[in-house]
């Protein structure tokens, strides 16, 4: 039984540059949601998907980032031209019905 | 904007002692669930509790729920150093769809 699996576990990037986070659920889920958390504070929804259609999206995911999760499966979070402020944990988690399992995270650093 | 507000911000025990850990909400919810992060990892399930329910266990745990205070609690009974992590609860709004609020979590540490 393989759990939420993201990657990479760590980037560090220059301010400006695009990244990207791929998060692969569990596997007969068919809700994925990505989170964003910033130090001491608990995680910030950002947006979630039902199958591969993505049904909502906070005020928090601004312009510069984009989500996707193409045929249903996999989940990629794009962010383009960083700035420091996005430096957070990226945390992805799916579900089936009901219950959010959580992988372990991506953490961003952006100097 | 978070919802939830976990009360204390941190307790410090004695392993063995029990440990206690509040949340207040501010909505309506169908559900609140109770999750672990240990430093710099990724959140881990402990429980749910349904809106229409005022109790549950599992294992050492015990949650209540009170939706006419808007309260939960989390107990941990018989600690171990091994529950030294931050504790959150996180809310599913009846109007939210799915998508969880969380409180910005308690710090506990088990000191063996």
């Known amino acids: 039984d393989t759990g939420v699996s993201q990657n990479p576990r760590h980037k560090i990037t220059k301010r400006g540059q695009n990244v990207t986070f791929r998060c692969d659920p569990i596997?007969?889920?068919?809700?994925l949601y990505w989170y964003r958390q910033t130090l001491g504070q608990g995680p910030e929804f950002l947006t979630y998907f039902q199958n591969e259609a993505q049904l909502e999206k906070s005020r928090l995911l601004s312009d510069r980032f984009s989500a996707e999760r193409p045929k249903g499966s996999f989940s990629t979070l794009e962010i383009q031209r960083t700035e420091q402020g996005d430096s957070a944990m990226y945390l992805c988690?799916?579900?089936?019905?009901?219950?959010?399992?959580f992988g372990p995270g991506t953490r961003l650093l952006v100097l | 904007s978070q919802q939830g507000e976990e009360d204390p911000q941190a307790l410090s025990i004695q392993e063995g002692e029990n440990a206690t850990m509040n949340c207040s909400y501010k909505t309506s919810i169908n559900n609140l669930q109770w999750y672990r992060q240990n430093s710099g990892r990724g959140l881990v399930h402990l429980i749910l509790?349904?809106?229409?329910?005022r109790e549950k266990h599992s294992g050492r745990l015990r949650v209540t729920l009170d939706t006419s205070k808007k309260s939960s609690s989390l107990l941990i009974t018989a600690s171990r150093a091994a529950d030294t992590a931050s504790y959150f609860c996180?809310?599913?709004?009846?109007?939210?769809?799915?998508?969880?609020?969380f409180g910005e979590g308690t710090q506990l540490t088990v000191n063996p």
């Open positions: 996180a809310t599913v709004e009846e109007t939210s769809g799915s998508r969880l609020t």
């Open positions: 596997s007969e889920h068919n809700r």
């Open positions: 988690a799916s579900s089936y019905p009901e219950t959010q399992y």
């Open positions: 509790i349904r809106s229409n329910e």
